[in-house]
């Protein structure tokens, strides 16, 4: 079992940069990989950033790519995304996501545990 908080949202100005966290418990987290996902008022959630159990290797949404990086602390059990040059269209809520698997893994449907989401606003 794995619970996850998220953490580090609020409102920004377009252009500017927030990094969300995600805190994970237990004592594996170094064997999950974790994503990064959103959803907006009126939209599906989809699919933001995802990155290996050993951080080895990234997978971004074209929306993101240049903009977003996620990455992970695994002693420190705790998955980032660092997000610069925000736009208005980047407002959501922001949900990170373990999954038991080596990954990098794009499917939120694989995915076995969400946190509670972080919502990020962006003002134009």
């Known amino acids: 079992q794995v619970q996850l908080v998220e953490s580090g949202g609020g409102l920004v100005q377009a252009g500017g940069s927030l990094r969300l966290s995600c805190a994970a418990s237990g004592r594996t987290f170094s064997r999950y990989a974790m994503g990064w996902f959103r959803q907006a008022p009126g939209k599906e959630r989809e699919f933001v950033a995802t990155?290996?159990?050993?951080?080895?290797?990234?997978y971004y949404a074209d929306s993101v790519k240049g903009r977003f990086t996620i990455s992970r602390d695994n002693a420190k059990n705790t998955v980032y995304l660092q997000m610069n040059s925000l736009k208005p269209e980047d407002t959501a809520v922001y949900y990170c996501?373990?999954?038991?698997?080596?990954?990098?893994?794009?499917?939120?449907?694989?995915?076995?545990?969400w946190g509670q989401g972080t919502q990020v606003t962006v003002s134009s």
């Open positions: 990155i290996r159990s050993s951080g080895g290797s990234t």
């Open positions: 996501a373990a999954d038991y698997a080596r990954g990098p893994i794009t499917n939120a449907t694989l995915y076995d545990y």
